[in-house]
């Protein structure tokens, strides 16, 4: 009976607000939780601020008295403390104006610092000009800020970027790759060799020939129609990237050199050096040659051309903006009705709107 001496008193306290079966309740409720905390041991019971808040609503009304009695999760103070903190934030309002300069917006930021990093000669007054022209007026200082902030530094200091670098090349570079394919023939499967180039700024792609037997006189032979000065594919160009294979041999690299374009090899086992045309192999397997079987070399050199013609002027390509490489019309699209375009049999489809 003495442990529930501070209860009974609570009941003398109140008088006829609170009867026997409410103390009852709440001397339940008390032992209930006093195991919950026994169950936890020196566990850190960690509340919500909806939980906080609940406890506060609840508490404050009981006093600090009736609280020593009652609570058992958290001190009286703590939930007199949270009380407090509800009442404070509720009276805090937030300032509807705001004092002082504004900050710059973050999408004039962003363009600030994709000006610079985009041209490494650009000063902060061209920087200046060119957001003036897209209609922010910005000061100097606020550009120096910003690209102090992001790391940047004053246009003698900024490098050229390995993207600005290549993009500006791209147009006189190309690369070619050797893949094979598997054709049925009257011998049985027979492995084809397929050389191609493929030109960096266009995305666009040149057979450049097939053969099961890729020896020296095929290879110069390829070397030869690639430079020839009338339709050439390498004829504007200076740099063809390639890899190691034994197919570039020296008597093919001696050819292209004689006409002014630089063979540049890539590292040992190291593909994304000519990842443009390693993603063109992969591109052409996995959307063509992978779903049929091929009989015969006129079969596999028609499935080639479909598909090269199908990549130029009916594919689309992130690398170049979603555009085609060579549309076969210039005028855009004003038809109704969404047509389908179809080759190999159904294989390789586009859709247009019809004239």
Same mark, same amino acid.
């Given at each position: 009976?003495?442990? #529930?001496?501070?209860?009974?008193?609570?009941?003398?306290?109140?008088?006829?607000?609170?009867?026997?079966?409410?103390?009852?309740?709440?001397?339940?409720?008390?032992?209930?939780?006093?195991?919950?905390?026994?169950?936890?041991?020196?566990?850190?019971?960690?509340? %919500?601020?909806?939980?906080?808040?609940?406890?506060?609503?609840?508490?404050?009304?009981?006093?600090?008295?009736?609280?020593?009695?009652?609570?058992?999760?958290?001190?009286?103070?703590?939930?007199?403390? @949270?009380?407090?903190?509800?009442?404070?934030?509720?009276?805090?309002?937030?300032?509807?104006?705001?004092?002082?300069?504004?900050?710059?917006?973050?999408?004039?930021?962003?363009?600030?610092?994709?000006?610079?990093?985009?041209?490494?000669?650009?000063?902060?007054?061209?920087?200046?000009?060119?957001?003036?022209?897209?209609?922010?007026?910005?000061?100097?200082? %606020? !550009?120096?800020?910003?690209?102090?902030?992001?790391?940047?530094?004053?246009?003698?200091?900024?490098?050229?970027? @390995?993207?600005?670098?290549?993009?500006?090349?791209?147009?006189?570079?190309?690369?070619?790759?050797?893949?094979?394919?598997?054709?049925?023939?009257?011998?049985?499967?027979?492995?084809?060799?397929?050389?191609?180039? !493929?030109?960096?700024?266009?995305?666009?792609?040149?057979?450049?020939?097939?053969?099961?037997?890729? #020896?020296?006189?095929?290879?110069?032979?390829?070397?030869?129609?690639?430079?020839?000065?009338?339709?050439?594919?390498?004829?504007?160009?200076?740099?063809?990237?390639?890899?190691?294979?034994?197919?570039?041999?020296?008597?093919?690299?001696?050819?292209?050199?004689?006409?002014?374009?630089?063979?540049?090899?890539?590292?040992?086992?190291?593909?994304?050096?000519?990842?443009?045309?390693?993603? @063109?192999?992969?591109?052409?397997?996995?959307?063509?040659?992978?779903?049929?079987?091929?009989?015969?070399?006129?079969?596999?050199?028609?499935?080639?051309?479909?598909?090269?013609?199908?990549?130029?002027?009916?594919?689309?390509?992130?690398?170049?903006?979603?555009?085609?490489?060579?549309?076969?019309?210039?005028?855009?699209?004003?038809?109704?009705?969404?047509?389908?375009?179809?080759?190999?049999?159904?294989?390789?489809?586009?859709?247009?709107?019809?004239?």
């Amino acid at each position: 009976m003495a442990d #529930n001496f501070p209860l009974r008193l609570l009941l003398a306290t109140f008088g006829g607000w609170i009867n026997r079966h409410q103390a009852r309740a709440i001397e339940y409720l008390v032992e209930e939780n006093r195991v919950l905390n026994e169950q936890l041991g020196n566990k850190r019971l960690r509340l %919500t601020d909806d939980q906080r808040r609940r406890l506060a609503a609840k508490g404050k009304p009981l006093g600090r008295r009736v609280l020593d009695i009652i609570a058992t999760i958290v001190t009286p103070d703590t939930i007199l403390r @949270w009380h407090r903190k509800l009442i404070a934030a509720h009276h805090t309002y937030p300032y509807k104006t705001r004092v002082g300069r504004p900050g710059l917006m973050k999408s004039i930021r962003e363009l600030i610092v994709r000006m610079a990093t985009d041209n490494s000669s650009w000063g902060y007054l061209r920087i200046q000009g060119e957001m003036k022209k897209v209609g922010h007026c910005v000061a100097r200082t %606020t !550009i120096a800020t910003t690209l102090k902030n992001n790391g940047i530094a004053p246009s003698p200091d900024r490098p050229t970027s @390995w993207r600005t670098f290549l993009k500006s090349h791209a147009y006189v570079i190309a690369a070619a790759d050797c893949f094979t394919v598997d054709v049925w023939t009257k011998r049985g499967l027979v492995t084809h060799y397929v050389l191609f180039v !493929i030109h960096h700024a266009t995305r666009a792609v040149h057979i450049a020939g097939i053969t099961p037997h890729p #020896n020296s006189s095929f290879m110069a032979q390829v070397a030869r129609n690639l430079t020839d000065s009338v339709d050439g594919f390498l004829r504007d160009m200076q740099f063809l990237v390639v890899d190691n294979d034994t197919l570039f041999t020296k008597h093919f690299c001696a050819i292209l050199g004689d006409t002014g374009v630089q063979v540049v090899r890539t590292a040992i086992q190291a593909p994304d050096m000519n990842a443009f045309a390693e993603r @063109w192999v992969q591109t052409v397997k996995r959307e063509c040659l992978s779903k049929l079987i091929l009989f015969g070399e006129g079969h596999l050199r028609r499935a080639l051309n479909e598909f090269t013609a199908h990549y130029h002027e009916q594919l689309p390509h992130q690398g170049i903006g979603n555009d085609l490489i060579a549309p076969t019309s210039d005028e855009p699209p004003n038809g109704e009705r969404v047509v389908v375009d179809e080759r190999l049999g159904g294989l390789l489809r586009s859709y247009r709107r019809s004239a």
